[in-house]
């Protein structure tokens, strides 16, 4: 199946996993894997959260993301990939204080029945 | 943690699932997710196969595919995402005769012990 991006909108998520701003998604989910085009404004975080029994794989299309990855620090440009496994804990920001970061995330359960 | 597909080297795969000409791929596999850069010449394919106890989705950087996804015929632009569900088959070609495809893949397990 295919998804055309384009022609979706994008849903504002308020304040995502209790960080700041907002989380823009285009998200398909099927209860197997989200599928998500997403869009961090800049000022905008996601809060500190585990992946329990599932990961999460984010690829970067433009823009850059700072990221919390356990108790690690890291930066994600564009063009490339962070990835939390299952039973690991991140968090992300903007790095830019004037252009969006556009990114391509996977979720995908692990542990289906 | 962070992937870094600028600093890595193409594999080439040939005939790649029993397709045609070869696949190129930067793999990350860590038994619960594969996260691939993966790139599709002109002339070259995937053959047919199921995703049994896994998925594949596919996230066209540049360039575009044409897919069978189980008895149907589809196509993915750039900026677009195809996904082939567990239980479901696909195969796949590039649809230009002169520029490559560049996609990023993650095939992630569903039923981890």
């Known amino acids: 199946m295919i998804f055309d991006f384009d022609s979706e909108e994008y849903v504002s998520i308020l304040n995502f996993k209790g960080g700041e701003g907002h989380f823009d998604a285009k998200m398909h ?57 299952e039973g690991h804990a991140h968090a992300m920001r903007n790095l830019s204080d004037s252009e969006p970061a556009i990114m391509f995330c996977v979720v995908p359960e692990h542990h289906l029945g």
């Open 29 to 85: 989910d099927d209860g197997k894997c989200k599928i998500i085009l997403g869009k961090v404004e800049p000022g905008c975080t996601s809060g500190l959260h585990t992946h329990e029994r599932n990961a999460e794989v984010i690829y970067v299309i433009s823009g850059a993301i700072a990221l919390t990855y356990d108790d690690e620090e890291e930066i994600c440009l564009s063009g490339q990939c962070h990835y939390c496994p």
